[in-house]
């Protein structure tokens, strides 16, 4: 699965995360006149997270639009303005505010290009977060993206790097469909290398991370590293994982997953969004509907706990998988112990 | 003295304490977080104590109040204990929520505070829900949904005034407009007057001095002795300030208010010192006493603090308990109970 402009390529620029969504938005509100953006404190604060600093600077209040605190309003407003020549980015703070645009999101934005028969556009991007473990509770903890992944017309990019959160980015905004792209909050301030020159990641293609050939981990947005961590030490154990970081999971590179589980025999489904009904179930029933001859042990899913987000560190860290959880399973399904109880 | 000005003078005397104890829990709070020993962020109140204080102080035990993100002078104005409250914001096991909500979830059912809220407007369903039990329970209880002016903008409320109206329903809306939403000046947010969109569904709605603890206890004593005989539900403005940043994190607050604003609301309004003068000008306390008061409840939060710190999290076993209720835990209960943990 060759990416569209090589990674390796001009990898000379160091930046955050947060300064890669803050790039992203100025470059295409330079490049499209047409591109506004909406949400709360996202002029003069340049939100709570400071992502978007400075853009009310340079574009001004008619295009970097403070909205009051009504989500189901502006949200529609956005969808009103992209059906007839704008390119609004929506901007919700939490994640877990989605659940108020839930109506305009999946029976308005999501719908129309089909309900119109292809004559009507809602050319829309909603920027939000997800991510635990940052002591919030469970209001504003939630990964949120398996909901909205589950309903068709909806595109849904899954940053975990400073250079995907650029590059998808920018192709969200460009789409002519609604696209919302989930910013992992814990990882505003790390950093990474991005090209000097423009370019773009196109949407279902997966970033192979790491060769391996005992088992793949597959990791999304903030679980991406823990993958990462996991096959560190999996490599101390002697095995060998691949890692394989889809990007985008609508649309999904079934390719790529169904390309390297073939290959390793064994695999690992990593989200932080809860695991019941979730992104690591598609996956993993893909897997096993589409590889299930190559495969020599269950496909595992590790998300999120089904439960609350607690506050309390003591049970907030065991909610969300690590890289000890993701090792340890890897290991025992490599060994060919058994892994349910049952 | 006859008994009635005793009664009140200790009336009196308690609006003064539980303001203090309300700045005093958020001063140590405001401490905890800067000392790092507290996770995650908190909203201060102080500079509303007034709103809370003297809405509260008008409602019985069983009545109903919901709460903010910044919620903790609700939750102390309502009857909450310093001890239960600090291991809730240090999400140990002897939390009001057995540290699982944390500041922006505590709810303190015995006391009728049916919770803060991290969703902004996310409360106004459910305390007109909780007007709707009283109506057909027939309690004679009373709920006080309190909110911000951001809130304000948020939908929900226009759709419950409409059924409270219609039906009504033994509520009142609380709007604590403290001049910003987040790092928004309300006037940026809301347009036309506030008062007046309540007015739009024949909802009596009042404007009051937010800092004056006597004038908001009068006007909510009378308004909820008139919805426990079957009037309302009424909508109150009341203007406040709040002194510190959006949350614990804001402090450099430049770009939105100035340094001369915030001075000044401290210096001329504050609740609690002009409460205090008027209180030694009607020679129902003198300064000493009033510093008494202060001290002893400083010591109080002290000790509640210093328990908080010391107090066990809770067992990790309970990472799954009261998702469901009547289900011990939820993670064998939604694998149907078969499958082992
Ligand atoms: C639905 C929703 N949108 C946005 C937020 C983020 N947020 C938290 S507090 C706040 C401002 C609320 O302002 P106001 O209602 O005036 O209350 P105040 O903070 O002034 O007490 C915002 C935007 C949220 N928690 N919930
Ligand atoms: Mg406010």
């Not at chain 1, 997966?206 to 990791?219: F, K, P, W, Y």
């Not at chain 2, 000392?35 to 409602?59: D, S």
Request: hydrophobic share 40%; glycine share 8%.
């Amino acid at each position: 699965m060759p990416c569209p402009i090589s990674v390796e390529a001009g990898l000379d620029h160091e930046i955050t995360h947060s300064q890669a969504v803050n790039e992203a938005i100025a470059e295409e509100m330079r490049r499209d006149s047409t591109v506004i953006l909406l949400g709360e404190d996202v002029a003069e604060a340049g939100t709570p997270f400071k992502v978007l600093s400075g853009l009310v600077e340079e574009f001004g209040t008619e295009r970097v639009i403070d909205t009051p605190i009504a989500e189901p309003g502006f949200m529609g407003i956005a969808v009103g303005a992209a059906m007839t020549g704008m390119r609004p980015i929506v901007d919700i703070m939490f994640g877990d505010f989605l659940f108020l645009i839930m109506d305009q999101l999946c029976n308005q934005a999501a719908k129309t290009h089909y309900m119109s028969g292809g004559k009507l556009n809602v050319p829309l991007v909603v920027r939000t977060n997800l991510g635990a473990t940052r002591r919030s509770a469970a209001q504003h903890s939630q990964s949120l993206h398996a909901l909205v992944a589950h309903i068709p017309g909806l595109k849904i990019a899954l940053p975990a790097t400073p250079y995907e959160a650029k590059g998808l980015l920018k192709t969200a905004i460009r789409d002519d469909n609604p696209v919302v792209i989930f910013e992992d909050k814990l990882s505003y301030q790390m950093k990474g290398n991005v090209p000097e020159e423009e370019y773009l990641i196109e949407f279902g293609q997966a970033n192979l991370l790491r060769e391996g050939s005992d088992v793949t981990l597959i990791g999304t947005s903030s679980m991406v590293q823990t993958c990462q961590a996991a096959a560190d030490l999996l490599a101390e154990e002697g095995i060998s994982a691949e890692v394989l970081d889809p990007r985008t999971i609508v649309p999904l590179d079934e390719t790529a997953i169904l390309e390297s589980v073939r290959k390793t025999s064994r695999a690992v489904v990593i989200d932080e969004g809860h695991q019941n009904y979730g992104v690591t179930a598609e996956i993993a029933a893909r897997i096993s509907e589409k590889a299930f001859y190559h495969l020599d042990a269950p496909v595992i899913r590790l998300g999120a706990m089904d439960v609350p987000v607690p506050f309390s560190p003591a049970l907030e860290d065991l909610t969300v998988p690590t890289p000890k959880l993701v090792a340890r399973k890897s290991l025992s399904i490599c060994r060919g112990e058994l892994v349910h109880d049952a | 003295m006859t008994k009635s000005v005793r009664k009140n003078t200790e009336q009196f005397l308690h609006l003064y304490k539980q303001m203090v104890r309300i700045r005093t829990f958020e001063e140590n709070a405001n401490q905890l977080y800067l000392n790092a020993k507290m996770p995650g962020l908190t909203h201060m109140y102080i500079g509303q104590e007034a709103v809370a204080v003297g809405v509260c102080e008008a409602l019985e035990n069983t009545d109903r109040i919901t709460s903010t993100h910044r919620g903790h002078g609700h939750c102390l104005a309502k009857g909450a204990k310093f001890k239960q409250m600090f291991c809730e914001l240090l999400g140990k096991a002897e939390g009001y929520c057995r540290g699982k909500g944390g500041s922006m979830h505590i709810a303190d059912q015995d006391n009728g505070n049916l919770g803060a809220n991290a969703i902004v407007g996310g409360s106004m369903g459910i305390a007109t829900g909780a007007a709707l039990s009283a109506k057909l329970l027939d309690t004679k209880t009373v709920t006080v949904c309190f909110f911000g002016d951001g809130a304000t903008a948020q939908g929900l409320w226009y759709e419950v005034m409409n059924m409270a109206a219609l039906w009504q329903l033994p509520v009142i809306y609380a709007c604590e407009n403290n001049g910003y939403s987040e790092y928004t000046p309300t006037s940026e947010i809301a347009a036309g007057s506030l008062k007046a969109r309540a007015e739009a569904f024949g909802i009596e709605s009042h404007k009051v001095d937010g800092q004056d603890v006597l004038a908001v206890h009068t006007l909510t004593q009378g308004l909820v002795n008139r919805l426990r005989n079957g009037e309302g539900p009424f909508f109150i403005e009341l203007e406040t300030y709040r002194y510190h940043g959006h949350h614990v994190g804001d402090i450099n607050r430049s770009y939105y208010r100035t340094k001369d604003e915030e001075t000044a609301w401290q210096k001329d309004r504050d609740p609690i010192t002009n409460f205090g003068r008027w209180l030694e000008e009607q020679d129902i306390a003198n300064s000493e006493e009033l510093s008494e008061i202060a001290s002893n409840i400083h010591a109080e939060a002290d000790e509640a603090v210093r328990y908080a710190i010391d107090a066990p999290y809770p067992n990790h076993g309970e990472v799954d308990t009261h998702v469901f209720a009547g289900v011990k835990h939820a993670l064998p209960y939604i694998s149907g109970g078969r499958i082992g943990s």
